[in-house]
């Protein structure tokens, strides 16, 4: 199994930048697929990204599509989330997910390991 850690969120003014990480333990999950997930006050758990276990193979949410980049580095094993231009929507818990088959997903539903989330906070 694999335990997640997401760590980078923080306090950022609208139109500002934020990396978030997503680091694992117990196993390399280099053969994972990796999710990111977002969830605000009163709202539920929404797709934010997703990448293979190739890194190749990406896909985004719309709301964040051209703002936001995921990536991994396997030898940190360690997923990024890069997020530009920042908006007040943006707000939210951040949570990483991975996918033992290796696919990525938008599903919340089809991931098996989960993070306990990092706080983005973004300020006018």
């Known amino acids: 199994q694999v335990q997640l850690t997401e760590s980078g969120g923080g306090l950022v003014q609208a139109g500002g930048s934020l990396r978030l990480s997503c680091s694992a333990s117990?196993?390399?999950?280099?053969?994972?697929?990796v999710g990111w997930f977002r969830q605000a006050p009163g709202k539920e758990r929404e797709f934010v990204a997703f990448?293979?276990?190739?890194?190749?193979?990406?896909s985004y949410a719309d709301p964040v599509k051209g703002r936001f980049t995921i990536s991994r580095d396997n030898a940190k094993n360690t997923v990024y989330l890069q997020m530009n231009s920042l908006k007040l929507k943006d707000a939210a818990i951040y949570f990483c997910?991975?996918?033992?088959?290796?696919?990525?997903?938008?599903?919340?539903?089809?991931?098996?390991?989960w993070g306990q989330g990092t706080q983005v906070t973004v300020s006018s």
């Open positions: 997910a991975a996918r033992a088959d290796g696919l990525g997903s938008s599903n919340v539903l089809q991931y098996d390991y």
């Open positions: 117990g196993r390399t999950f280099s053969s994972y697929g």
């Open positions: 990448i293979d276990l190739s890194g190749i193979i990406r």
